[in-house]
């Protein structure tokens, strides 16, 4: 059974920082991609960080890069979201999500939720101003 379990998420004031974390069971977690995607109340869901596990490449959404660090410890498979200098805009529920990474993206971004076959439950990130 594949399992993604997001942990992390909190209350925190503007300019603030948190470290989420996505554990991963049930996959070859070294061979995956996994992004991290977000959904503020209201907004459609989208991707904002991901790694792939082969090349140890990282992509970040435009809005948030400088602030966001995505990186993994496969002795834990976890992958794991820095955000610094959280902004109220930064609210939502962050998801973690896992795809193969030896298959080509269908929709031709990583960003695209369509195109992952796992997610957890999510973690709740709330910045207060």
């Known amino acids: 059974e594949v399992r993604l379990v997001e942990s992390g998420g909190g209350l925190v004031q503007t300019g603030g920082s948190l470290r989420l974390s996505c554990a991963a069971s049930g996959i070859a977690f070294d061979r995956y991609t996994i992004t991290w995607f977000r959904q503020a109340p209201g907004k459609e869901r989208e991707g904002v960080s991901t790694?792939?596990?082969?090349?140890?490449?990282?992509y970040y959404r435009n809005t948030v890069q400088g602030r966001f660090r995505i990186s993994s410890d496969n002795a834990k498979n976890t992958v794991y979201l820095e955000i610094h200098t959280l902004k109220p805009e930064d609210t939502a529920v962050y998801f973690c999500?896992?795809?193969?990474?030896?298959?080509?993206?269908?929709?031709?971004?990583?960003?695209?939720?369509?195109?992952?076959?796992?997610w957890g439950q999510g973690t709740q990130v709330t910045v207060s101003s």
């Open positions: 790694i792939n596990q082969d090349d140890r490449r990282t």
């Open positions: 999500a896992a795809r193969p990474g030896w298959t080509q993206l269908r929709f031709g971004s990583y960003f695209n939720a369509n195109d992952y076959d796992y």
